[in-house]
């Protein structure tokens, strides 16, 4: 198997903390997480990534939807007094 040498820049903070946290947790080098984490991102790991709460994949909701939500959460509420005939 041949390798290549990658150097990838702008890594946001954020995403430079979990890297590490998930190396240390691991008990592995920051490259050896930062790979498994681009395998298992591409599909390639084995076992698709399950996750548990859309929470991960959804960032911070703007007013305007936050305000869409809210009314057709309302919507739903509504009784149709006319389908329950």
Not at 12 to 38: C, Q, V, Y
Not at 40 to 65: I, M, N
């Amino acid at each position: 198997m041949t390798t290549k040498q990658y150097t990838i820049r702008m890594v946001p903070g954020n995403l430079d903390n979990r890297l590490r946290e998930i190396a240390a947790s691991e008990g592995t080098s920051l490259n050896a997480a930062a790979l498994e984490a681009l395998r298992r991102g591409l599909g390639e790991g084995g076992a698709p990534v399950r996750y548990r709460s859309l929470r991960e994949l959804v960032k911070r909701p703007r007013e305007t939807d936050r305000r869409a939500w809210t009314g057709a959460l309302r919507e739903m509420d509504v009784v149709d007094a006319e389908a329950w005939r």
